[in-house]
T-cell receptor
Framework: DAKTTQPPSMDCAEGRAANLPCNHSTISGNEYVYWYRQIHSQGPQYIIHGLKNNETNEMASLIITEDRKSSTLILPHATLRDTAVYYCIALPHSGGYNKLIFGAGTRLAVHP | NAGVTQTPKFQVLKTGQSMTLQCAQDMNHEYMSWYRQDPGMGLRLIHY???????DQGEVPNGYNVSRSTTEDFPLRLLSAAPSQTSVYFC???????????????FGAGSRLTVL
């Protein structure tokens, strides 16, 4: 599975968009980009995933560059409840079980 | 629909004691896994199972034992607890990607273990 690189921490003002970058320059053609987040002391929570097209759901938007070497998770109107560690993971859909390996993630602090 | 249920939520053990962390899911997920998270660190995969009767090792399996006799349950056993096993343990489950089309794990609330 491709290695991903994320900044260790970011800040965002409440109500503003939070843009969390992820670099995955060695991603292969069958690997999707997944985002999970972990709010303090809780189990991680799935946010969104995509292959090459931009994706949007009720939680966030995912923008993947055309060369697929990087992506950005966008929380359009961050709230204090979005303060969490955000994990970007590259994972194939090769069928069967694909082990989800978490890196250090980005610690997002949303402040008033 | 309770999702993934872990018990106990908190446990204190003495070095050398054994115990079992319980994990149950009611979503009929084929896949189940155990992670540990040390303070300030990311999650590390301990063991996983792709179905009843089938288990395999993850990144950090030493000191832990698992079995999967039913689809619903995936207990994690510490045979002889050590202070290095002080951690928060998370159980997770998911469908086969061939069925769901995505690697969406549902996590439990965690079990906080302290080994003295």
């Amino acid at each position: 599975d491709a290695k991903t690189t994320q900044p260790p921490s970011m800040d965002c003002a409440e109500g503003r968009a939070a843009n969390l970058p992820c670099n995955h320059s060695t991603i292969s053609g069958n690997e999707y980009v997944y985002w999970y987040r972990q709010i303090h002391s809780q189990g991680p929570q799935y946010i969104i995933h995509g292959l090459k097209n931009n994706e949007t759901n009720e939680m966030a938007s995912l923008i993947i560059t055309e060369d697929r070497k990087s992506s950005t998770l966008i929380l359009p109107h961050a709230t204090l409840r979005d303060t969490a560690v955000y994990y970007c993971i590259a994972l194939p859909h090769s069928g069967g079980y694909n082990k989800l390996i978490f890196g250090a993630g980005t610690r997002l602090a949303v402040h008033p | 629909n309770a999702g993934v249920t872990q018990t106990p939520k908190f446990q204190v053990l003495k070095t050398g004691q054994s115990m079992t962390l319980q994990c149950a899911q009611d979503m009929n997920h084929e896949y189940m896994s155990w992670y540990r998270q040390d303070p300030g660190m990311g999650l590390r995969l301990i063991h996983y199972s792709v179905g009843a009767g089938i288990t395999d090792q993850g990144e950090v399996p030493n000191g832990y034992n698992v079995s999967r006799s039913t689809t619903e349950d995936f207990p994690l056993r510490l045979l002889s607890a050590a202070p290095s096993q002080t951690s928060v343990y998370f159980c997770a489950s998911s469908y086969d990607t061939r069925q769901s089309g995505a690697n969406v794990l549902t996590f439990g609330a965690g079990s906080r273990l302290t080994v003295l």
